[in-house]
């Protein structure tokens, strides 16, 4: 299929990009940059700031239209509702939807499938009253605008299968709502929002992925969709599993008056209950991966957040087999090559010449100007697919790093995926905004250096 995607690269976008290439569809990007560089998986990208028309070569790069489109861009929400924010949330959500159907009416066929993102906002507090599609819609400032967002949809014509998907609460290690609920419990100090009794509507990343991939290809599925998993659970049993999970207390309790001081009238949505149910999806024969809670919340927490261990993932696709890649990438020598000079990066040692299992290799660099001495391990070795080396000496408590190479389309995607913990926690997060600055910085760096040296990029339109 030919597919046009929004919102690639973001939580959901990303992984439904990648997994949309894995089965063979050939995607068209639509971000706000139109750089290929941004996405981590082979497609067109073109700039779009969600308002206006679509560039025409995108509309019809060789005379082709468009299979389907998976619209998922859109302001963050998570953020403090000033005038200015809930102008910018509910533009970047009605409006582009508008603009985009507009624009592709311009076509001979219009997709035969439309997946647009919505939320399961529209049903407000539901007062702990279980929510099915079915159950109507609550007013107020994100309820209405999900109103508008799915209501933009009955500009396509009868032949287009149409899907709102509303999402609940997106659970990923990676970014989202989950690592921000992390931060008090580090520390010791996590705990229910107020008395706990509100309703949270939670789904794993993958289940999340596989349920737009499910309605993608699913003719049943059409209209309002609920992406959450099959059992909401109460806010103090969602603190209790993740406290329970990293074996740390969940006692605080966060006042609720402390809470609308902070955030303002986006409070309402940590404060709401949302028991919502997906009747829809479990009716079309999807199959959850995770429909409980205590089992994602071990499959996302258990090794990388335990007493201060922090998660940093950097992805990139590039065209090529593993096989023609690996050997770059695992040669020590060449990590000088791709890490940025003001490190002042050089290997002055290593056990043995060839590759292995248990390989020591030492480095010398320079962090904010002080020279730092590095010990790596190599823990496993399992070309051309992946390596994980571990530091035995250097500047953190703990940095293990494991390097991952996939066929995915007719490249690579290439996943750097790092456990890392500050010595001397927890004080030493202090220098955490530091340190997580320096870290995105390096691997941008790599990034780019990547693209130069490698001469492989995404096709763009």
């Given at each position: 299929?030919?597919?046009?995607?929004?919102?690639?690269?973001?939580?959901?976008g990303?992984?439904?990009?990648?997994a949309?290439?894995?089965?063979?569809?050939?995607?068209?990007?639509?971000?706000?940059?139109?750089?290929?560089?941004?996405?981590?998986?082979?497609?067109r990208?073109?700039?779009?700031?969600?308002?206006?028309?679509?560039?025409?070569?995108?509309l019809?790069?060789?005379?082709?239209t468009?299979d389907a489109?998976?619209?998922?861009?859109g302001?963050?929400?998570?953020?403090?509702?000033?005038?200015?924010?809930?102008e910018?949330?509910?533009?970047?959500?009605?409006?582009?939807?508008?603009?985009?159907?507009?624009?592709?009416?311009?076509?001979?066929?219009?997709?035969?499938?439309?997946l647009?993102?919505s939320?399961?906002?529209?049903?407000?507090?539901?007062?702990?009253?279980?929510q099915?599609e079915?159950?109507?819609?609550?007013?107020?400032?994100?309820?209405?605008?999900?109103?508008?967002?799915?209501?933009?949809?009955?500009?396509?014509?009868?032949?287009?299968?149409?899907?709102?998907?509303?999402?609940?609460?997106?659970l990923?290690n990676?970014?989202?709502?989950?690592?921000?609920?992390?931060?008090p419990?580090?520390y010791?100090?996590?705990?229910?929002?107020?008395?706990g009794?509100?309703m949270?509507?939670?789904?794993h990343?993958?289940?999340?992925?596989?349920?737009?991939?499910?309605?993608?290809?699913?003719?049943?599925?059409?209209?309002?969709?609920?992406?959450?998993?099959?059992?909401?659970?109460?806010?103090?049993?969602?603190?209790?599993?993740?406290?329970?999970?990293?074996?740390?207390?969940?006692?605080?309790?966060?006042?609720?008056?402390?809470?609308?001081l902070?955030?303002?009238?986006?409070?309402?949505?940590?404060?709401?209950?949302a028991?919502?149910?997906?009747?829809?999806?479990i009716?079309?024969?999807?199959?959850?991966?995770?429909?409980?809670?205590?089992?994602?919340?071990?499959?996302?927490?258990?090794?990388?957040?335990?007493?201060?261990?922090?998660?940093?993932?950097?992805?990139?696709?590039?065209?090529?087999?593993?096989?023609?890649?690996?050997?770059?990438?695992?040669?020590?020598?060449?990590?000088?090559?791709?890490?940025p000079?003001?490190?002042?990066?050089?290997?002055?040692?290593?056990?043995?010449?060839?590759?292995?299992?248990?390989?020591?290799?030492?480095?010398?660099?320079?962090?904010?100007?002080?020279?730092?001495?590095?010990?790596?391990?190599?823990?496993?070795?399992?070309?051309?697919?992946?390596?994980?080396?571990?530091?035995?000496?250097?500047?953190?408590?703990?940095?293990?790093?494991?390097?991952?190479?996939?066929?995915?389309?007719?490249?690579?995607?290439?996943?750097d995926?790092?456990?890392?913990k500050?010595?001397?926690?927890?004080?030493?997060?202090?220098?955490?905004?530091?340190?997580?600055?320096?870290?995105?910085?390096?691997?941008?760096?790599?990034?780019?250096?990547?693209?130069?040296?490698?001469?492989?990029?995404?096709?763009?339109?």
């Amino acid at each position: 299929m030919r597919i046009l995607l929004t919102g690639g690269t973001g939580l959901i976008g990303s992984q439904v990009g990648i997994a949309l290439a894995k089965s063979g569809h050939d995607i068209t990007a639509l971000t706000r940059k139109g750089n290929p560089r941004d996405l981590c998986f082979p497609a067109r990208c073109s700039a779009w700031d969600h308002a206006t028309p679509l560039p025409s070569a995108v509309l019809a790069p060789n005379g082709e239209t468009f299979d389907a489109v998976i619209h998922l861009a859109g302001e963050p929400v998570a953020q403090r509702w000033t005038t200015s924010v809930k102008e910018r949330i509910k533009e970047s959500r009605v409006k582009s939807t508008k603009a985009l159907i507009q624009s592709l009416k311009q076509l001979k066929v219009l997709p035969s499938v439309w997946l647009n993102a919505s939320a399961i906002g529209i049903y407000g507090d539901n007062n702990h009253q279980i929510q099915t599609e079915s159950a109507p819609h609550a007013s107020g400032f994100l309820a209405d605008v999900c109103k508008e967002w799915e209501a933009a949809l009955s500009e396509l014509p009868a032949t287009t299968r149409s899907v709102s998907l509303r999402f609940g609460i997106i659970l990923s290690n990676e970014g989202g709502a989950l690592p921000k609920m992390l931060t008090p419990f580090r520390y010791g100090v996590g705990g229910p929002i107020g008395q706990g009794r509100q309703m949270m509507s939670w789904i794993h990343i993958d289940d999340t992925t596989a349920a737009v991939m499910h309605a993608l290809k699913t003719q049943s599925v059409v209209g309002p969709v609920n992406v959450v998993a099959p059992n909401p659970v109460s806010n103090a049993e969602f603190t209790k599993e993740i406290g329970q999970t990293i074996g740390m207390p969940a006692l605080m309790p966060a006042p609720v008056f402390m809470l609308k001081l902070l955030l303002g009238e986006m409070s309402s949505i940590i404060l709401s209950s949302a028991a919502v149910v997906p009747e829809k999806l479990i009716q079309s024969g999807f199959v959850f991966q995770y429909p409980t809670l205590n089992p994602c919340l071990q499959n996302l927490l258990t090794v990388n957040v335990r007493k201060g261990v922090r998660i940093y993932v950097a992805r990139q696709w590039i065209k090529g087999t593993p096989v023609e890649h690996f050997p770059f990438f695992s040669a020590a020598e060449n990590l000088e090559t791709i890490t940025p000079p003001w490190l002042h990066f050089r290997i002055t040692a290593k056990s043995s010449e060839i590759m292995s299992n248990g390989v020591l290799i030492d480095y010398k660099l320079r962090i904010k100007g002080l020279p730092v001495r590095w010990r790596t391990r190599i823990e496993s070795w399992a070309p051309p697919h992946q390596f994980v080396d571990t530091q035995l000496k250097g500047p953190y408590k703990l940095w293990h790093h494991t390097h991952t190479f996939e066929s995915v389309g007719d490249g690579t995607l290439m996943t750097d995926r790092v456990l890392y913990k500050m010595r001397f926690w927890p004080l030493g997060d202090v220098a955490l905004p530091m340190v997580k600055h320096d870290v995105e910085t390096i691997f941008s760096y790599r990034k780019s250096v990547i693209d130069r040296l490698l001469g492989h990029k995404p096709h763009s339109s």
